[in-house]
Each structure stands twice: as structure tokens, then as C-alpha cells.
């Protein structure tokens, strides 16, 4: 009788991409997977939940707005990116008293061509104790309607044509199950009159803590969560 062995297939270190056509892109190296292992010297890498200053780079590089909105600032990183690029951008945060889904606090400003949104992904995170915090939303029912009020807070600051780029990730929660939070985005967007402008961008999360820890239980790791790029109708 012959004995089959099973061996453990080496891990790979490198994602082979597949080649991107060529055309009149203003930035070539933009495409749907977005897979840069260095976030750039922007903002604070040790702030809970940022992402690669270099993906929002890529993203102004190729649609060139000439105002910013970014109503989550976090740690700086879209700022530092519109600064390089001598963009005029306006950050708020919640830490400094802007509830981004009150629509009051958009009274007197805009509109701009470009929001960058990085919303929390519900309470996978949980980045304070303030009751208007999107991670502290007690259920998930009420994250939604207040992610709605932030979507369409974004659009009435949106010039016609102006851009809006959300970063979005999906997530299993421990208690209410895998939640779709990028289809939740894409609805909403919808629901408030935005259209989708390009393909959705899939970033590899480089650097994410979970990559290091270990669990008892048994899932699919999520490696990537999702830019959906929304515009305002003209």
C-alpha cells in the first residue's frame, strides 16, 4: 500500500500582481490593489487604526483636487500628505470637539473637492469614550444611522463633482457576527445620491497588530480592507 505524505506548502513572502495596461493615468501606479509595505512618513504610526499616508498620496496625485476635507483626522495623516503636496486641507477630529455626524458642525465650510474619510470600523476598535464616537455605538443598528449622517454630512460639504474616498473594512464581531461594512458603505453612498466614480481599491493591511497574535478559534483572516470612491453629482 502506498503511504501519501502531506507537506506544509512554503508561505509566500511576495504577492505576485498582475500587470496593470498602460494609459493616460496622471498616476500610473494606482491601481485597484494598493500594496505598499511602508506608510511614509506621515502622521503617527503609532496611532491605533491609521493607514499608509502613501495610499492617500496616490489617490490626490491621481485626481488632483484642489481643496481637502478630512473629518477624522486622527493622527495627522491625510494633513501631512496635503502639506507635501501644498493641498489646502481642513482636518477636525472628535478629540478636538467636531462630532463629523453632526451636521451643525458643517455649518460655514466647503465646499471641497476631495474628502477623505477613514471612519471606525464600529467597535472592532475602540478608540474612546466619547458617546459620539462611532466606535462606542452600543449597537450596530445605531453605527449604521450614524454612519449615514456622516455620508451625508461629507456630501453637503462636496462640491459638485468633488470626490469622496471612504476606507472600509469588513469584520467579524464577537457578538453580533461577520458585519459587511463595506456593502453598508456602498448603500448608504448610494441612498445619499453619490455614484461610484472608479473601481474599488483593495489595500493589503500591512502591519496590522492581529498579524501577530494568536487564536483559539478558527476564521479566514481578513488581510485587506476597501477604498469605495464616491462623487457628487455636478
Known amino acids: 500500500m502506498t503511504r501519501l505524505r502531506f507537506t506544509s506548502p512554503a508561505l509566500p513572502q511576495i504577492a505576485v ?22 506608510r511614509g512618513a506621515y502622521g503617527d504610526a503609532k496611532y491605533p487604526g491609521n493607514c499608509s499616508g502613501q495610499l492617500i498620496k496616490d489617490l490626490l496625485l491621481y485626481f488632483r483636487p484642489t481643496s481637502v476635507f478630512d473629518p477624522m483626522t486622527g493622527s495627522g495623516t491625510c494633513r501631512d500628505v496635503c502639506d507635501e503636496l501644498d493641498i489646502p486641507c481642513t482636518s477636525k477630529d472628535i478629540r478636538f470637539g467636531f462630532d463629523a455626524c453632526d451636521e451643525a458642525n458643517d455649518a460655514g465650510i466647503g465646499p471641497f473637492h476631495f474628502v477623505w474619510l477613514h471612519p471606525p ?11 459620539r464616537d462611532l466606535s462606542t455605538a452600543p449597537t450596530f443598528t445605531y453605527f449604521l ?4 449622517k456622516l455620508i451625508r454630512n461629507c456630501v453637503g460639504v462636496l462640491a459638485p463633482g468633488g470626490k469622496l474616498a471612504i476606507l472600509m473594512g469588513d469584520y467579524s464581531d464577537r457578538e453580533t457576527g461577520y458585519l459587511p461594512l463595506v456593502f453598508h458603505t456602498q448603500r448608504l453612498c448610494f441612498q445619499a445620491g453619490l455614484r461610484q466614480r472608479c473601481t474599488q481599491i483593495i489595500r493589503f493591511q500591512h502591519g496590522n497588530s492581529s498579524s501577530w497574535k494568536t487564536y483559539k478559534s478558527s476564521f479566514i483572516p481578513g488581510l485587506h480592507d476597501v477604498v469605495t470612491i464616491v462623487e457628487r453629482p455636478c
Do not use: G, I, M
Open 145 to 148: 444611522y450614524r454612519y449615514e
Open 121 to 131: 470600523y464600529w467597535r472592532q476598535k475602540v478608540y474612546s469614550r466619547d458617546a
Open 17 to 38: 500582481l498582475p500587470l496593470a495596461p498602460r494609459n493616460s493615468s496622471p498616476n500610473p501606479r494606482l491601481t485597484s490593489l494598493f500594496h505598499w509595505s511602508e
